[in-house]
């Protein structure tokens, strides 16, 4: 993603926890085994994998039987099915956006791991030391949802440096694999690169063919945002040869997808729909509705492109559904994103806005600081549309200060165009001059020689009271900026929002 220009969204619904989806077959099979098992501690285990397979389908579905396997855990002492089954409700929560329960049960998770890594026993004091890595990264990756990227870090590192003295080369490639998706969050491409990189060599040394797949996938995704789509749409052919191979429906599911928005960057709708559609028909055989709402937001994006608002929010309408059926709250938080921007794209701002604050009010409660930077930058645009300058620069300033502590450099380059437009609009030269230019510096490729003197000269001019006239050619060249990304405006938004498949990411 970053994916941003002109207002952002790209909302990452992160697979962190493998592919848990299975066909139906299974299901049958574990419940028949179910039936006829005698002792507690298989049933606990069994309760286990039949939650795993529903637990992208419905999450209520999933925690009645980790319940049980909990249940059943704590009645017979087995410590390993009931930190198993702690965590496991962990991903449930995190799955559905509800952080903070997440977290408790990660903490609890951690804790019986904790007692496993002091048994005088080697097997289980190394499974309690895998146990402790996968809750280190489990909070890593909810303090990155969360846009706390610093912290986000320290735990993988230190999921890292435990891996890495157990020497399970499995857990070492999830590590580094983890650390390069905060890398390419923050858009530190070369970073984010040898990171993946390293989790690819560890992947492979591993024999793990499920984190080939993942490197292969995240390696990618940087390059589509370096814009190098040769070599993208290269890496992603890799990873579903690898997933074709396996017969991993999970993983054919996600390289469809994103070839599918491979596509749509490149504004090929024809190929776009081709992929993505092949995605939702095996999401709908799964029946795994996190990825068909995924699917349906992808199509919803593409007929906005092409113009279809109806047929678009057919579709959007379908993942909305999906998400109220399972308690999606950040998919809520999307789908009135999705649907502000359609009310944009037609003229009825104050529509626009209404949607944009419905989401924001979600945002808030799931705690995403990158989406909520993307919606006070929206609402910002709209309230100058709307000739509303001071409610403008207000919603900016508290996107900005969040942009600020999250180190986002592309929301706040755009933030400080808005803000210069904004006093531009109201007289006020001196602002507008100061976020101006603090917008060209937060973008090298458009920061050159040129624009550097056109901006030495105002200030000069400023200085000597001719300072409306300078003011009005930097304006022209705004204007002409902003015209360029107002025709891609609409797409880029759409990306942000619907990039839902995007990043692989394994515990």
């Known amino acids: 993603m970053p994916k941003n220009n002109s207002i952002l969204f790209f909302c990452l619904f992160i697979f962190c926890f493998g592919k848990l989806a299975a066909g139906q077959s299974k299901t049958d099979s574990l419940f028949n085994v179910l039936n006829n ?14 939650g795993e397979i529903y637990v992208n389908i419905s999450f209520d579905t999933a925690s009645v ?26 991903y449930g929560f995190f799955n559905i956006g509800k952080n903070n329960n997440a977290l408790e049960y990660f903490q609890n998770a951690l804790m019986i791991n904790k007692e496993f890594s002091l048994s005088p026993n080697k097997v289980l004091s190394i499974a309690g030391l895998r146990g402790i890595c996968d809750c280190y990264n489990s909070f890593g990756l909810i303090y990155y949802r969360q846009g706390n990227y610093s912290q986000a870090m320290e735990y993988h590192q230190k999921a890292l440096n435990i891996s890495e003295k157990i020497r399970d080369k499995a857990i070492i490639a999830n590590c580094y694999n983890q650390i390069g998706n905060i890398y390419f969050e923050q ?29 292969y996938t995240n390696i990618a995704n940087v390059y589509l945002e370096q814009g190098n789509y040769t070599k993208s749409l290269e890496y992603y052919q890799k990873s579903l040869k690898l997933d074709e191979g396996s ?42 509705k996190k990825d068909m709402s995924s699917c349906y937001n992808l199509i919803g994006a593409i007929q906005v492109d092409m113009g279809n608002y109806i047929k678009a929010l057919e579709y959007y309408q379908k ?34 806005i209404e949607n944009f604050q419905k989401s924001l009010k979600i945002v808030l409660e799931v705690s995403d600081k990158r989406v909520e930077v993307q919606i006070y930058f929206n609402i910002s645009e709209l309230n100058i ?20 502590e999250i180190g986002t450099l592309p929301e706040k380059m755009n933030i400080y165009r808005v803000l ?10 001196k602002e507008a001059l100061k976020y101006f230019k603090l917008y060209f510096s937060a973008n090298d490729s458009l920061f050159n020689k040129e624009k550097a003197k056109a901006i030495t000269e105002m200030e000069t001019k400023y200085q000597t009271e001719k300072k409306q ?32 498949l995007l990043i692989k990411a394994l515990i």
């Open 37 to 50: 098992a005698k002792h507690d501690s298989i049933r606990a285990r069994l309760y286990l994998e039949i």
């Open 319 to 352: 993942a909305f559904f999906i998400y109220e059926e399972t308690g999606d709250k950040k998919g809520l938080a999307y789908y009135y994103s999705n649907t502000a921007l359609i009310f944009r794209a037609q003229g009825k701002y104050h529509h626009a």
């Open 65 to 90: 039987f980790f319940d049980k396997a909990l249940t059943l855990a704590r009645k017979i002492k087995n410590k390993k099915w009931e930190a198993k089954s702690l965590y496991n409700m962990g």
């Open 247 to 288: 017969g991993d429906k999970k993983g054919i599911i996600l390289d469809c997808y994103n070839i599918g928005i491979l596509y749509y960057h490149q504004s090929n709708f024809t190929k776009a729909l081709e992929y993505t559609k092949k995605s939702l028909r095996i999401s709908e055989a799964l029946n795994n």
């Open 420 to 429: 210069s437009q904004a006093y531009d609009s109201l007289g006020n030269t």
């Open 187 to 215: 858009n530190n491409y070369t970073l984010a690169l040898q990171y993946f990189e390293k989790s690819l060599q560890n992947s492979k040394e591993a024999g793990n063919k499920e984190g080939i797949s993942i490197c």
């Open 385 to 404: 549309v709307l000739k509303n300058l001071t409610k403008a620069i207000e919603y900016a300033k508290k996107g900005l200060k969040i942009a600020d």
């Open 469 to 500: 006239n300078e003011i009005a050619l930097l304006k022209k060249d705004n204007e002409l900026h902003v015209a360029l990304l107002n025709k891609q405006q609409i797409k880029t938004l759409l990306i942000a929002i619907v990039a839902g």
